[in-house]
């Protein structure tokens, strides 16, 4: 059935973020900025109460729910704003909401909650419609 106005989904895309998921992810992309491996640097130089996770590291997550649900074909168009920080512990949940169905694409709003319901990432995504 085609994706239509008011359709959502739900999924969790990480249980309890840990330090070995921030650093697995900074190898894998490349962006070792200390303040997401360095504990120090993140307290005492950067005044950060820790360490945190890369917000693409967010967004990667919340991709791969919206392409679990459409597929990896029917994604046109994704992008995210990062609101709130993601600390070691958190669980994040993304939330998708389709908001228009046009000319075959279906826009989707994109929300990603930490486990306080507190929105981390918030975005938009373009789909086809006839995806799911």
Known sequence: MPLQVGDTREQVVIEKI?????????????????????????????????????????????????TDWLGVMALKRYGVRFTRQVWPGDTLTAKFEVTKVEDGLATIKVVTVNQNGETVIEGEAVAKADAV
């Open 18 to 66: 840990n330090r070995t998921h921030i650093v697995k992810y900074a190898g894998a992309s490349g962006d070792f900025n200390p303040i997401h491996h360095d504990e120090v640097f993140a307290k005492e130089v950067a005044g950060y109460p820790s360490v945190f996770a890369h917000g693409m590291l967010s967004m990667g997550l919340t991709g791969r729910a919206l």
